[in-house]
């Protein structure tokens, strides 16, 4: 059974209804206990990292999701969610994360042809193989939309790149079973559901 | 690099899809959850979801069309019609909207704008503007084009881009329905008014039309004619622009 923390930001049930299409079994849930119950955690959201981290925080989610994190089981990020993996966030004030994959989420840097927030389709470059991207096409457009990209703090984190402008960002981010994604999977089409699928079959190990 | 849009309309009265010509002489295009479903496998790159019904019953049938259509299409869908607060653009999207289209509100409650920005980002509020030219000018119409405003267009896209409008949904009333090919030069003037991604929309019919305007610098091009009554669809539009070198999705 899989997942799907809710801590009242955004949309999860694009999440949910993907994972149905698919044939999986999920849930949504937000109860921080019930967490280690499941096989398969998936952290979404849309919106601001501080007022996530505080909803995190209230519901008691913050100790519950490292502890999650530290059992081995596969746990993904997505968008906000992603960025929550990190240790610190300035959206709109410095925030502490939840540590899990060292970084910083910071406002995308600027060049003249750099419009906030980056939406639409963009591609993803690789830096080394995965189990989540087992079967991916190469080149293939996934769906964005944020302002915020993670920066890790250990190169070997950053998953895959991605280009918008004259700007290169980390549009993934993976260590052990944790994987972090700044696009949408749910969103992005048969692309997307291929990545889904892998994590949803995905036993955590590299 | 980020690619240009294709984006199928789907003008919903009544819980059918409809197509109409300068905004009148509606007529029936068929069911639009099976439409969204096509568009789906056919792997458009977003969808819109634009009610002309005011009534209740056209509400209803708005929010159920959008919550089958989330169940089964992955890419981001935009649904408008009729939204007048921060509680409607919340119902939609929890029914699966990923970003909301208003239009005729913004005349007299523009700070709907800021509003909705501040509560789920600029990234989902989508600015609908619908133009006629006439006496020389750009005259903006609201209500479906059936009440004239008296604002001129530079002044509302900028004053809707300060309050956070994260894109602009250019409709040309000309132009719709005719498949003679979008307003370039209304498209023009607005790409050159602000730096948010502008969608373009009314008169698509043919491919060229769509690189007509995305050459011009429109971010992504609207169409509904053109994908209703022919042979036509995403895949086919998307493999013509990237032979003339425009950057689109690869699936």
Same mark, same amino acid.
């Given at each position: 059974?899989?997942?799907?923390?809710?801590?009242?930001?955004?949309?999860?049930?694009?999440?949910?209804?993907?994972?149905?299409?698919?044939?999986?079994?999920?849930?949504?849930?937000?109860?921080?206990?019930? /967490?280690?119950?499941?096989?398969?955690?998936?952290?979404?959201?849309?919106?601001?990292?501080?007022?996530?981290?505080?909803?995190?925080?209230?519901?008691?989610?913050?100790?519950?999701?490292?502890?999650?994190?530290?059992?081995?089981?596969?746990?993904?990020?997505?968008?906000?969610?992603?960025?929550?993996?990190?240790?610190?966030?300035?959206?709109?004030?410095? /925030?502490?994360?939840?540590?899990?994959?060292?970084?910083?989420?910071?406002?995308?840097?600027?060049?003249?042809?750099?419009?906030?927030?980056?939406?639409?389709?963009?591609?993803?470059?690789?830096?080394?193989?995965?189990?989540?991207?087992?079967?991916?096409?190469?080149?293939?457009?996934?769906?964005?939309?944020?302002?915020?990209?993670?920066?890790?703090?250990?190169?070997?984190?950053?998953?895959?790149?991605? /280009?918008?402008?004259?700007?290169?960002?980390?549009?993934?981010?993976?260590?052990?079973?944790?994987?972090?994604?700044?696009?949408?999977?749910?969103?992005?089409?048969?692309?997307?559901?291929?990545?889904?699928?892998?994590?949803?079959?995905?036993?955590?190990?590299? | 690099?980020?690619?240009?849009?294709?984006?199928?309309?789907?003008?919903?009265?009544?819980?059918?899809?409809?197509?109409?010509?300068?905004?009148?002489?509606?007529?029936?295009?068929? @069911?639009?959850?099976?439409?969204?479903?096509?568009?789906?496998?056919?792997?458009?790159?977003?969808?819109?979801?634009?009610?002309? @019904?005011?009534?209740?019953?056209?509400?209803?049938?708005?929010? !159920?069309?959008?919550?089958?259509?989330?169940?089964?299409?992955?890419?981001? %869908?935009?649904?408008?019609?009729?939204?007048?607060?921060? !509680?409607?653009?919340?119902?939609?999207?929890?029914?699966?909207?990923?970003?909301?289209?208003?239009?005729?509100?913004?005349?007299?409650?523009?700070?709907?704008?800021?509003?909705?920005?501040?509560?789920?980002?600029?990234?989902?509020?989508?600015? &609908?503007?619908?133009?006629?030219?006439?006496?020389?000018?750009?005259?903006?119409?609201?209500?479906?084009?059936?009440?004239?405003?008296?604002?001129? %267009?530079?002044?509302?896209?900028?004053?809707?881009?300060?309050?956070?409008?994260?894109?602009?949904?250019?409709?040309?009333?000309?132009? @719709?329905?005719?498949?003679?090919?979008? !307003?370039?030069? %209304?498209?023009?003037?607005?790409?050159?008014?602000?730096?948010?991604?502008?969608?373009?929309?009314?008169?698509?019919?043919?491919?060229?039309?769509?690189?007509?305007?995305?050459?011009?610098?429109?971010?992504?091009?609207?169409?509904?004619?053109?994908?209703?009554?022919?042979?036509?669809?995403?895949?086919?539009?998307?493999?013509?622009?990237?032979?003339? &070198?425009?950057?689109?999705?690869?699936?």
């Amino acid at each position: 059974m899989i997942g799907i923390v809710d801590y009242g930001m955004g949309n999860l049930h694009s999440v949910y209804n993907s994972l149905s299409y698919l044939g999986f079994e999920s849930r949504l849930f937000s109860a921080p206990e019930e /967490t280690r119950s499941f096989d398969r955690v998936i952290l979404p959201g849309v919106g601001a990292y501080a007022s996530a981290m505080e909803n995190l925080q209230t519901a008691g989610f913050v100790e519950a999701l490292r502890d999650y994190a530290a059992s081995g089981r596969p746990l993904l990020g997505i968008c906000l969610g992603m960025h929550l993996l990190s240790s610190l966030g300035t959206e709109p004030e410095p /925030t502490e994360g939840l540590d899990i994959i060292k970084g910083k989420v910071d406002i995308m840097p600027a060049s003249p042809d750099v419009q906030l927030p980056h939406v639409g389709w963009n591609s993803l470059d690789p830096t080394r193989t995965h189990p989540l991207f087992k079967g991916a096409r190469p080149g293939v457009d996934y769906y964005f939309v944020h302002s915020y990209c993670y920066t890790t703090e250990r190169q070997e984190d950053a998953l895959t790149t991605t /280009t918008y402008g004259e700007t290169v960002f980390t549009s993934s981010v993976a260590r052990d079973n944790i994987v972090g994604f700044q696009f949408h999977p749910e969103k992005s089409q048969a692309a997307g559901l291929r990545l889904l699928e892998n994590f949803c079959m995905w036993d955590g190990s590299c | 690099m980020l690619k240009k849009r294709i984006i199928p309309v789907l003008l919903l009265r009544n819980g059918r899809m409809v197509k109409g010509k300068h905004f009148t002489d509606y007529r029936d295009t068929g @069911d639009p959850v099976s439409a969204a479903r096509i568009y789906n496998a056919q792997k458009a790159d977003e969808l819109a979801f634009i009610d002309i @019904d005011a009534s209740q019953e056209g509400r209803k049938a708005l929010f !159920d069309t959008v919550e089958a259509a989330a169940k089964e299409c992955f890419m981001p %869908l935009t649904v408008g019609g009729g939204v007048q607060s921060v !509680d409607d653009i919340r119902q939609l999207l929890n029914s699966g909207a990923d970003k909301v289209l208003i239009n005729t509100s913004l005349y007299g409650r523009p700070e709907l704008v800021a509003e909705g920005a501040q509560r789920f980002g600029t990234q989902c509020i989508v600015a &609908g503007i619908d133009v006629r030219f006439e006496q020389g000018g750009y005259q903006l119409y609201a209500n479906c084009g059936k009440r004239t405003e008296s604002i001129s %267009l530079a002044d509302h896209i900028r004053r809707l881009d300060t309050l956070g409008a994260g894109e602009f949904f250019i409709n040309s009333i000309d132009r @719709d329905g005719t498949m003679e090919g979008y !307003d370039d030069d %209304l498209l023009r003037t607005a790409v050159s008014l602000t730096r948010r991604p502008i969608i373009a929309c009314g008169g698509a019919g043919n491919f060229q039309h769509l690189a007509d305007a995305l050459e011009l610098g429109a971010h992504a091009a609207a169409c509904a004619s053109l994908f209703h009554f022919g042979d036509n669809n995403p895949i086919r539009a998307r493999s013509f622009l990237k032979n003339k &070198g425009i950057p689109v999705k690869a699936c």
